[in-house]
Protein backbone atom coordinates (compact mmCIF):
# COMPACT_ATOMS: atom_id res chain seq x y z
CA UNK A 1 0.00 0.00 0.00
CA UNK A 2 1.61 3.69 -1.44
CA UNK A 3 1.73 6.00 1.80
CA UNK A 4 1.50 9.65 1.34
CA UNK A 5 4.76 11.75 1.72
CA UNK A 6 5.52 12.68 5.79
CA UNK A 7 3.50 15.64 6.86
CA UNK A 8 4.60 17.74 9.78
CA UNK A 9 2.77 17.68 12.92
CA UNK A 10 0.94 20.84 12.23
CA UNK A 11 -0.77 20.09 8.92
CA UNK A 12 -3.72 17.66 8.42
CA UNK A 13 -6.23 16.06 10.09
CA UNK A 14 -6.66 17.27 13.93
CA UNK A 15 -3.14 18.74 13.70
CA UNK A 16 -1.52 20.41 16.45
CA UNK A 17 -3.67 18.08 19.38
CA UNK A 18 0.03 16.84 20.42
CA UNK A 19 3.34 16.71 19.25
CA UNK A 20 5.38 13.68 18.19
CA UNK A 21 7.55 11.78 19.95
CA UNK A 22 11.48 12.11 19.48
CA UNK A 23 13.28 8.32 19.66
CA UNK A 24 10.26 6.06 18.53
CA UNK A 25 11.52 2.86 17.21
CA UNK A 26 8.98 0.10 18.51
CA UNK A 27 5.35 1.46 18.91
CA UNK A 28 2.13 -1.22 20.07
CA UNK A 29 -1.21 -0.73 18.78
CA UNK A 30 -3.99 -2.56 20.77
CA UNK A 31 -6.85 -3.09 18.47
CA UNK A 32 -8.27 -6.54 18.95
CA UNK A 33 -11.73 -5.81 17.35
CA UNK A 34 -13.40 -6.92 14.57
CA UNK A 35 -13.00 -7.39 10.64
CA UNK A 36 -15.11 -3.82 10.42
CA UNK A 37 -13.64 -1.90 13.19
CA UNK A 38 -9.98 -2.83 12.07
CA UNK A 39 -11.05 -1.70 8.56
CA UNK A 40 -12.01 1.79 10.26
CA UNK A 41 -8.78 1.98 12.33
CA UNK A 42 -6.13 1.71 8.95
CA UNK A 43 -6.66 5.73 8.17
CA UNK A 44 -5.42 6.53 11.98
CA UNK A 45 -2.61 3.88 11.59
CA UNK A 46 -1.63 4.87 8.32
CA UNK A 47 -1.23 8.38 9.91
CA UNK A 48 0.90 7.16 13.06
CA UNK A 49 3.60 5.18 9.70
CA UNK A 50 3.49 8.64 8.33
CA UNK A 51 4.68 9.90 11.59
CA UNK A 52 7.15 7.72 12.22
CA UNK A 53 7.92 6.24 8.91
CA UNK A 54 11.06 4.28 10.78
CA UNK A 55 9.37 2.81 13.53
CA UNK A 56 8.44 -1.13 13.67
CA UNK A 57 4.25 -1.12 14.10
CA UNK A 58 3.03 -4.08 16.30
CA UNK A 59 -0.26 -4.34 16.30
CA UNK A 60 -1.85 -6.56 19.34
CA UNK A 61 -4.73 -8.46 17.54
CA UNK A 62 -6.49 -11.59 17.48
CA UNK A 63 -5.56 -14.52 15.01
CA UNK A 64 -7.93 -13.36 12.15
CA UNK A 65 -5.39 -10.11 11.93
CA UNK A 66 -2.13 -11.74 11.59
CA UNK A 67 -3.81 -14.44 9.01
CA UNK A 68 -5.44 -11.57 6.69
CA UNK A 69 -2.48 -9.26 7.30
CA UNK A 70 0.06 -12.19 6.71
CA UNK A 71 2.20 -10.41 3.61
CA UNK A 72 -0.34 -8.06 2.43
CA UNK A 73 1.30 -4.01 2.10
CA UNK A 74 -0.22 -1.73 4.75
CA UNK A 75 0.93 0.27 7.34
CA UNK A 76 1.70 -2.45 10.32
CA UNK A 77 4.83 -4.57 10.33
CA UNK A 78 3.83 -7.44 12.27
CA UNK A 79 0.59 -8.88 14.55
CA UNK A 80 0.65 -9.78 18.14
CA UNK A 81 -2.03 -12.60 19.10
CA UNK A 82 -2.92 -11.40 22.65
CA UNK A 83 -4.21 -14.00 25.00
CA UNK A 84 -8.18 -14.33 25.78
CA UNK A 85 -8.72 -11.44 28.32
CA UNK A 86 -12.06 -10.50 29.46
CA UNK A 87 -13.23 -7.15 28.90
CA UNK A 88 -11.00 -7.15 25.86
CA UNK A 89 -10.74 -9.83 23.93
CA UNK A 90 -13.37 -11.71 25.89
CA UNK A 91 -16.70 -10.90 27.06
CA UNK A 92 -16.30 -8.79 30.34
CA UNK A 93 -17.60 -11.47 32.57
CA UNK A 94 -15.96 -13.99 31.20
CA UNK A 95 -14.28 -17.20 33.12
CA UNK A 96 -10.70 -17.23 33.85
CA UNK A 97 -9.06 -19.56 35.52
CA UNK A 98 -5.03 -19.82 37.41
CA UNK A 99 -3.88 -20.97 33.99
CA UNK A 100 -5.52 -18.12 31.89
CA UNK A 101 -4.38 -15.39 33.96
CA UNK A 102 -0.58 -16.79 34.09
CA UNK A 103 -0.58 -17.37 30.55
CA UNK A 104 -1.34 -13.29 30.49
CA UNK A 105 1.24 -12.32 32.88
CA UNK A 106 4.01 -14.26 31.04
CA UNK A 107 2.54 -12.72 27.84
CA UNK A 108 2.73 -9.32 29.47
CA UNK A 109 6.24 -9.88 30.46
CA UNK A 110 7.28 -10.68 27.04
CA UNK A 111 5.77 -7.66 25.63
CA UNK A 112 7.16 -5.39 28.52
CA UNK A 113 10.68 -7.34 27.38
CA UNK A 114 9.88 -5.64 23.82
CA UNK A 115 10.74 -1.94 25.18
CA UNK A 116 8.00 -0.16 23.14
CA UNK A 117 8.03 3.98 22.77
CA UNK A 118 4.71 4.36 22.40
CA UNK A 119 1.68 2.47 22.86
CA UNK A 120 -1.63 3.49 21.67
CA UNK A 121 -5.08 2.07 23.26
CA UNK A 122 -7.33 1.87 20.06
CA UNK A 123 -10.18 -0.14 21.84
CA UNK A 124 -12.82 1.31 23.47
CA UNK A 125 -13.58 3.54 26.20
CA UNK A 126 -10.33 2.29 28.10
CA UNK A 127 -12.17 -0.38 31.19
CA UNK A 128 -10.11 -2.59 30.77
CA UNK A 129 -7.89 -1.69 27.70
CA UNK A 130 -6.12 1.04 29.39
CA UNK A 131 -4.73 -1.28 32.23
CA UNK A 132 -3.45 -3.16 29.83
CA UNK A 133 -1.63 -0.86 27.58
CA UNK A 134 -0.01 0.65 30.75
CA UNK A 135 0.93 -2.70 31.34
CA UNK A 136 3.03 -2.85 28.33
CA UNK A 137 5.74 -0.53 29.72
CA UNK A 138 6.08 1.79 27.15
CA UNK A 139 7.57 5.14 27.39
CA UNK A 140 4.47 6.73 26.69
CA UNK A 141 0.81 5.63 26.03
CA UNK A 142 -2.23 7.34 24.48
CA UNK A 143 -5.73 6.14 23.92
CA UNK A 144 -9.19 6.91 24.57
CA UNK A 145 -10.75 7.34 28.07
CA UNK A 146 -14.39 7.09 28.98
CA UNK A 147 -15.42 8.74 32.45
CA UNK A 148 -14.37 6.36 34.92
CA UNK A 149 -11.56 4.54 33.12
CA UNK A 150 -8.49 5.18 34.17
CA UNK A 151 -5.82 7.52 32.41
CA UNK A 152 -2.92 7.37 30.04
CA UNK A 153 -0.16 9.90 29.63
CA UNK A 154 -2.38 11.15 26.68
CA UNK A 155 -5.66 10.82 26.16
CA UNK A 156 -8.82 12.08 24.06
CA UNK A 157 -12.24 11.92 25.99
CA UNK A 158 -14.21 8.40 24.55
CA UNK A 159 -17.71 9.61 23.81
CA UNK A 160 -20.85 7.42 22.32
CA UNK A 161 -22.44 8.44 18.93
CA UNK A 162 -19.25 9.82 17.21
CA UNK A 163 -17.72 8.62 13.95
CA UNK A 164 -15.20 5.68 14.50
CA UNK A 165 -12.98 6.20 12.08
CA UNK A 166 -12.65 10.46 13.25
CA UNK A 167 -12.41 9.41 16.52
CA UNK A 168 -8.79 6.98 16.04
CA UNK A 169 -7.81 9.82 13.75
CA UNK A 170 -8.02 12.56 16.32
CA UNK A 171 -6.43 9.68 18.53
CA UNK A 172 -2.97 9.46 16.75
CA UNK A 173 -2.80 12.78 16.23
CA UNK A 174 -2.63 13.16 20.19
CA UNK A 175 1.09 12.22 19.43
CA UNK A 176 2.21 13.81 16.12
CA UNK A 177 0.15 11.66 13.77
CA UNK A 178 -2.12 13.89 11.48
CA UNK A 179 -4.36 12.31 8.97
CA UNK A 180 -4.12 12.75 5.70
CA UNK A 181 -7.15 10.13 4.26
CA UNK A 182 -10.53 9.63 5.47
CA UNK A 183 -12.23 6.20 4.27
CA UNK A 184 -9.21 3.04 4.82
CA UNK A 185 -7.51 1.54 2.14
CA UNK A 186 -6.45 -2.51 2.20
CA UNK A 187 -4.29 -3.93 -0.64
CA UNK A 188 -5.40 -7.20 -2.54
CA UNK A 189 -2.87 -9.39 -3.46
CA UNK A 190 -2.54 -12.09 -6.02
CA UNK A 191 -3.17 -15.03 -3.67
CA UNK A 192 -6.51 -13.06 -2.83
CA UNK A 193 -7.70 -13.12 -6.58
CA UNK A 194 -6.70 -16.61 -6.74
CA UNK A 195 -8.74 -17.75 -4.02
CA UNK A 196 -11.91 -16.29 -5.31
CA UNK A 197 -11.22 -17.14 -8.64
CA UNK A 198 -10.81 -20.70 -7.63
CA UNK A 199 -14.05 -20.42 -5.72
CA UNK A 200 -15.66 -18.08 -8.61
CA UNK A 201 -14.54 -17.52 -11.74
CA UNK A 202 -14.34 -14.66 -13.58
CA UNK A 203 -17.24 -13.90 -15.87
CA UNK A 204 -18.09 -11.71 -18.51
CA UNK A 205 -21.56 -10.80 -16.27
CA UNK A 206 -21.42 -8.29 -13.91
CA UNK A 207 -20.95 -9.66 -10.28
CA UNK A 208 -23.51 -8.34 -7.74
CA UNK A 209 -22.56 -9.98 -4.10
CA UNK A 210 -25.16 -10.36 -1.51
CA UNK A 211 -24.23 -10.41 2.29
CA UNK A 212 -27.21 -11.19 4.41
CA UNK A 213 -25.31 -12.31 7.86
CA UNK A 214 -24.20 -9.67 10.56
CA UNK A 215 -22.81 -11.16 14.00
CA UNK A 216 -25.78 -9.10 15.89
CA UNK A 217 -28.86 -9.97 14.50
CA UNK A 218 -30.71 -6.99 14.67
CA UNK A 219 -28.68 -4.92 12.06
CA UNK A 220 -29.61 -8.04 9.75
CA UNK A 221 -32.12 -7.25 6.70
CA UNK A 222 -34.42 -9.96 6.00
CA UNK A 223 -33.72 -12.75 3.73
CA UNK A 224 -36.40 -12.73 1.48
CA UNK A 225 -35.55 -8.57 1.02
CA UNK A 226 -32.10 -9.38 -0.24
CA UNK A 227 -33.97 -12.07 -2.59
CA UNK A 228 -35.34 -9.12 -3.67
CA UNK A 229 -32.67 -7.68 -4.65
CA UNK A 230 -30.98 -10.00 -6.06
CA UNK A 231 -33.41 -10.99 -8.59
CA UNK A 232 -33.64 -7.49 -9.68
CA UNK A 233 -30.06 -7.71 -10.37
CA UNK A 234 -30.18 -11.10 -12.32
CA UNK A 235 -33.18 -9.73 -14.54
CA UNK A 236 -30.39 -6.91 -15.72
CA UNK A 237 -27.87 -9.91 -16.62
CA UNK A 238 -26.04 -9.74 -13.46
CA UNK A 239 -24.27 -12.56 -11.82
CA UNK A 240 -25.15 -13.23 -7.63
CA UNK A 241 -23.72 -14.91 -5.42
CA UNK A 242 -24.84 -14.63 -1.70
CA UNK A 243 -21.57 -14.98 0.51
CA UNK A 244 -21.47 -16.16 4.46
CA UNK A 245 -19.11 -17.54 6.99
CA UNK A 246 -20.19 -20.72 7.99
CA UNK A 247 -21.85 -19.49 10.77
CA UNK A 248 -24.13 -17.36 8.80
CA UNK A 249 -25.13 -20.63 6.75
CA UNK A 250 -29.02 -20.30 7.86
CA UNK A 251 -28.84 -16.36 6.33
CA UNK A 252 -27.86 -17.46 3.30
CA UNK A 253 -29.93 -20.42 2.36
CA UNK A 254 -33.16 -18.11 3.61
CA UNK A 255 -31.73 -15.79 0.66
CA UNK A 256 -31.54 -18.40 -2.19
CA UNK A 257 -34.70 -20.22 -0.73
CA UNK A 258 -36.50 -17.30 -1.29
CA UNK A 259 -35.33 -15.90 -4.62
CA UNK A 260 -38.30 -16.42 -7.27
CA UNK A 261 -39.00 -18.68 -9.89
CA UNK A 262 -36.49 -18.38 -12.37
CA UNK A 263 -33.54 -16.24 -10.55
CA UNK A 264 -30.10 -17.79 -9.76
CA UNK A 265 -27.54 -16.68 -7.77
CA UNK A 266 -24.42 -18.79 -6.51
CA UNK A 267 -23.87 -19.82 -2.97
CA UNK A 268 -20.81 -18.81 -1.07
CA UNK A 269 -20.99 -20.02 2.76
CA UNK A 270 -17.69 -20.58 4.04
CA UNK A 271 -15.70 -20.73 1.02
CA UNK A 272 -13.83 -17.97 0.99
CA UNK A 273 -11.10 -16.49 3.57
CA UNK A 274 -11.19 -12.81 4.45
CA UNK A 275 -8.06 -12.12 2.10
CA UNK A 276 -10.45 -14.71 -0.72
CA UNK A 277 -13.43 -12.13 -0.11
CA UNK A 278 -11.35 -9.64 -0.70
CA UNK A 279 -10.59 -10.99 -4.22
CA UNK A 280 -13.96 -11.18 -5.09
CA UNK A 281 -15.12 -7.95 -4.02
CA UNK A 282 -12.55 -5.99 -5.93
CA UNK A 283 -14.04 -7.71 -9.41
CA UNK A 284 -17.67 -6.89 -7.95
CA UNK A 285 -19.80 -4.59 -9.69
CA UNK A 286 -22.26 -3.79 -6.64
CA UNK A 287 -21.67 -5.47 -2.65
CA UNK A 288 -24.98 -5.20 -1.03
CA UNK A 289 -24.95 -6.54 2.27
CA UNK A 290 -25.50 -5.57 6.16
CA UNK A 291 -23.39 -3.31 8.41
CA UNK A 292 -20.66 -6.29 8.70
CA UNK A 293 -17.50 -6.44 8.27
CA UNK A 294 -17.96 -7.17 4.42
CA UNK A 295 -19.39 -3.99 3.94
CA UNK A 296 -16.35 -1.93 5.05
CA UNK A 297 -14.24 -4.36 2.53
CA UNK A 298 -15.91 -2.85 -0.17
CA UNK A 299 -16.02 0.52 1.06
CA UNK A 300 -11.93 0.17 1.43
CA UNK A 301 -11.47 -1.33 -1.75
CA UNK A 302 -13.52 1.64 -3.56
CA UNK A 303 -16.46 -1.09 -4.48
CA UNK A 304 -19.90 0.16 -4.81
CA UNK A 305 -22.04 -0.94 -1.88
CA UNK A 306 -25.27 -0.06 -0.16
CA UNK A 307 -24.85 -0.79 3.08
CA UNK A 308 -28.45 -1.28 5.80
CA UNK A 309 -27.63 0.30 8.47
CA UNK A 310 -29.75 1.27 11.83
CA UNK A 311 -29.16 4.57 12.77
CA UNK A 312 -27.14 4.53 15.77
CA UNK A 313 -24.38 2.38 13.71
CA UNK A 314 -24.78 4.73 10.42
CA UNK A 315 -23.35 7.34 13.28
CA UNK A 316 -20.24 5.77 14.33
CA UNK A 317 -19.41 3.32 11.49
CA UNK A 318 -21.25 4.84 7.97
CA UNK A 319 -19.17 5.71 5.29
CA UNK A 320 -17.49 9.00 4.97
CA UNK A 321 -17.51 9.40 1.21
CA UNK A 322 -20.59 8.80 -1.32
CA UNK A 323 -19.06 8.50 -4.82
CA UNK A 324 -19.41 4.96 -4.58
CA UNK A 325 -20.89 4.04 -1.44
CA UNK A 326 -24.45 4.65 -0.25
CA UNK A 327 -26.09 3.77 3.38
CA UNK A 328 -30.02 2.49 3.74
CA UNK A 329 -31.14 4.21 7.07
CA UNK A 330 -33.87 2.44 9.52
CA UNK A 331 -34.54 4.80 11.94
CA UNK A 332 -36.57 2.50 14.33
CA UNK A 333 -35.83 3.29 18.05
CA UNK A 334 -38.11 1.19 19.73
CA UNK A 335 -37.71 -2.68 20.02
CA UNK A 336 -40.07 -4.33 17.05
CA UNK A 337 -40.70 -6.96 20.30
CA UNK A 338 -41.43 -4.98 22.95
CA UNK A 339 -41.44 -1.12 22.06
CA UNK A 340 -39.17 -0.64 24.41
CA UNK A 341 -36.74 2.45 23.05
CA UNK A 342 -33.65 0.91 22.64
CA UNK A 343 -30.97 3.85 22.55
CA UNK A 344 -28.46 2.77 25.00
CA UNK A 345 -30.67 0.11 26.19
CA UNK A 346 -30.68 -3.74 25.18
CA UNK A 347 -33.98 -5.15 26.08
CA UNK A 348 -32.60 -8.62 24.90
CA UNK A 349 -34.72 -9.77 21.99
CA UNK A 350 -32.71 -9.97 19.10
CA UNK A 351 -35.99 -8.91 16.47
CA UNK A 352 -34.48 -6.99 13.25
CA UNK A 353 -34.26 -3.43 13.91
CA UNK A 354 -33.54 -2.97 10.27
CA UNK A 355 -36.27 -4.39 8.53
CA UNK A 356 -37.93 -0.99 8.06
CA UNK A 357 -35.63 -0.30 4.96
CA UNK A 358 -37.45 -1.13 1.81
CA UNK A 359 -36.04 -3.19 -0.98
CA UNK A 360 -37.51 -0.50 -3.49
CA UNK A 361 -35.27 1.98 -1.21
CA UNK A 362 -31.89 -0.14 -1.28
CA UNK A 363 -32.82 -0.64 -5.42
CA UNK A 364 -33.05 2.69 -5.90
CA UNK A 365 -29.92 3.98 -4.26
CA UNK A 366 -27.88 0.46 -5.96
CA UNK A 367 -28.94 1.01 -9.14
CA UNK A 368 -27.01 4.27 -10.13
CA UNK A 369 -24.25 2.61 -8.15
CA UNK A 370 -24.58 -0.69 -10.66
CA UNK A 371 -25.02 1.70 -13.65
CA UNK A 372 -22.23 3.79 -13.39
CA UNK A 373 -19.45 1.52 -12.17
Do not use: K
Not at 31 to 48: H, K, N
Request: glycine residues 10%; neutral net charge; aromatic residues 4%.
Amino acid sequence: MSLAPPCSAAEGLYAGRGERIDGVQRIAVLRASAVGDFLLALPALEALRRAYPDARISLIGRAWHAAFLAGRPGPVDEVIVMPPLPGVSLPERAPQDDAARSAVDAWLSEMRSRRFDLALQMHGGGRHSNPLVRALGARVSAGLQAPGSPPLDRVLPYRELHPEALRLLELVALVGAPGTRLEPRVAVTEADRAEAAAVLPPSPQPLVLLQPGATDPRRRWSPAHFAEVGAHFARLGAQVAVNGTADEAAQVAAVLAALPAGAQARELTGRLSLGGLAGLIERSRLVVSNDTGPAHLARALGVPSVAVYWVGNMIGYGPLSCARQAAAVSWRLDCPACGRNSVGFDCGHTDSFVDDVSVQQVIALAQPLFDGA
